[in-house]
């Protein structure tokens, strides 16, 4: 039950950064088939920064509070910053336990993040 | 051997609450609450007959069998294949050559698609599957199709809000022609629980020429099924879902069919003689069934039969569709709900599925999981189902022998818990 915290409902509920960017830099989807949850990511970057990012999907409450907290967390920051964020920092975020039955929805945004800084390297 | 304590036999009413007492995983309690198993579309638990079976075995006969003419070898081949005889006896096929051991339901639908389908089907023909397939009564069939350009035609929801979440039966009549070679269709849905009245289905398909499959997983477990009332030509079902090991599934196949067959797997057991470059196959059943198989659970396979059979298939029907009902109508009398499941309560076997909007399934079950609840949330292995419904997944209760209602009020409780903890806050 911890597994529903305030944060994580507040996080589900309210998502940060919730929406599609027109005028992306980089566009990323990805799924996670077991639960269904489905994420895609639009990044704007400037000068070596995360201008501005947005994501959109549907999921569990722990898939998309997840990536809500992360765009929170990275929203204005260096590639450089975004590179740095690792498995941890997001379990950190999310502040409960997470079963293994479950890692796959927490980290969905961290591939998605991972995905799209790949393209960017490639693109550059 | 060990006996059923709580099972006695033509006992008047099933007895859920005493029939727990004989499943040992019943009792387990985890952070101080009592399993309340509530996913046995998914697999079944098992009595203590069953898993006592499997240690006798090891215990007291393992041995390979068919071959050696030693005293436990033949024990151990006289229980495995007295397990062929319950199996035949349970789903009145003519004979035990008609039953072949594979390890679950998704390796006989392939035995029938790769020794059957493969073999005959040309391109022109076409293979009929229903839009409420499990992927494992879908998949094998798209391979096939792909492998013999066959075209894979698939029977729809009927648009009817009355018939929802049953078949289409009046586009299944205008659409079936000489074409269609084979109908693969399930008995019940492990998503809607909706239960197909396939005798319907076969009686037009066979007017057609066609060879109808039936996927038993669902249905098999759950109310008397008798293959020669049916006329089907092939029915596929698990030992797991019926109180038995996993590792064991069954096909029943007409016997003149199967002699016309080529084995599915080839090497041991299933040949006659073996040249340096040619053999020749072994009689039936044992021409399908190749390489030392699972005789341990083979042969307690043989003590959940007994065990349903003690019971009644009838009976058992009866109180899952109860306690389907009764979970409906408790599930109805929560606004938020919205149930996927057929109007008519006589259409539905021991499952039922369920969302409530802004709540991912899978919260759904793991708040269950905090009050050591079992329940599914998912896709279900029904993903074309799923988008044929326009929903990313739901939340599904099956029932069995030992579930009782107090079980679903549990269940209840719980959805009211979900529905507290997503409520929105101010």
Same mark, same amino acid.
């Given at each position: 039950m911890d597994m529903y915290a305030e944060n994580i409902l507040d996080h589900f509920q309210n998502p940060r950064h919730k929406g599609t960017l027109s005028a992306a830099t980089i566009s990323v989807e990805e799924v996670n088939p077991l639960c269904g949850d489905k994420l895609s990511l639009d990044l704007i970057i400037e000068n070596g920064s995360i201008k501005d990012m947005a994501f959109s999907g549907s999921g569990c409450a722990i898939s998309q509070a997840s990536m809500s907290m992360v765009a929170e967390e990275l929203n204005g920051k260096s590639l450089e910053e975004a590179e740095k964020l690792s498995k941890d920092t997001i379990y950190e975020l999310l502040g409960v336990p997470i079963s293994p039955a479950r890692v796959k929805c927490a980290i969905l945004s961290y591939a998605l993040l991972k995905k799209s800084l790949i393209l960017l390297k490639h693109q550059s | 051997m060990y006996q059923n304590q709580n099972l006695q036999q033509n006992q008047p009413m099933l007895n859920s609450q005493q029939l727990k007492k004989d499943f040992p995983i019943l009792s387990r309690v985890i952070n101080g609450k009592k399993l309340t198993y509530l996913d046995n579309a998914s697999t079944s638990q098992k009595p203590q007959s069953v898993i006592s079976a499997i240690t006798d075995y090891y215990t007291n006969h393992n041995a390979n069998i068919h071959? &050696?003419?030693?005293t436990i070898a033949q024990e151990a081949t006289l229980a495995y294949e007295s397990t062929r005889e319950a199996v035949k006896d349970f789903i009145n096929a003519r004979s035990a050559e008609e039953i072949i051991f594979t390890r679950n339901t998704t390796e006989s639908i392939n035995l029938v698609a790769y020794a059957y389908a493969a073999t005959t089907l040309k391109p022109g023909d076409s293979v009929m599957v229903s839009a409420l397939e499990h992927h494992s009564n879908l998949v094998p069939w798209q391979e096939v199709c792909r492998k013999t350009g066959a075209t894979l035609k698939v029977i729809p929801l009927s648009g009817d809000p009355e018939l929802r979440y049953t078949l289409d039966f009046e586009w299944f009549q205008k659409n079936i022609d000489a074409s269609v070679k084979i109908l693969a269709i399930t008995q019940a849905s492990n998503t809607t629980g909706t239960i197909v009245p396939v005798e319907k289905f076969i009686e037009v398909a066979r007017a057609h020429g066609a060879k109808v499959l039936i996927d038993g997983a669902q249905s098999v477990p759950h109310m008397p099924v008798d293959v020669q009332q049916l006329d089907c030509d092939f029915l596929a079902f698990s030992s797991h879902k019926m109180l038995g090991p996993t590792g064991v599934g069954a096909l029943y196949a007409k016997k003149e069919l199967l002699e016309t067959m080529p084995p599915f797997l080839f090497g041991g057991d299933m040949i006659r003689e073996v040249h340096q470059q040619e053999a020749t196959w072994n009689d039936l059943p044992w021409k399908f069934e190749a390489g030392t198989p699972n005789i341990a659970d083979v042969i307690a396979f043989q003590e959940a039969i007994k065990y349903l059979r003690a019971i009644g298939m009838q009976e058992i029907a009866e109180h899952d569709q109860e306690l389907a009902h009764y979970a409906k109508q408790q599930l109805e009398a929560i606004p938020q709900i919205i149930i996927h499941a057929? $109007?008519? &309560? $006589?259409?539905?076997?021991?499952i039922i599925s369920f969302e409530i909007p802004g709540v991912h399934p899978h919260d759904i079950a793991e708040i269950f999981n905090s009050d050591n609840i079992a329940i599914r949330g998912g896709h279900h292995c029904a993903q074309p189902l799923m988008e044929t419904l326009n929903i990313p997944a739901t939340a599904r209760m099956s029932f069995y022998i030992y579930n009782t209602q107090e079980d679903i009020d549990t269940a209840i409780e719980a959805i009211k818990k979900v529905i507290k903890i997503f409520s929105p806050k101010k």
């Open positions: - | 071959r &050696a003419v030693y057929p $109007k008519n &309560a $006589k259409q539905m076997t021991g």
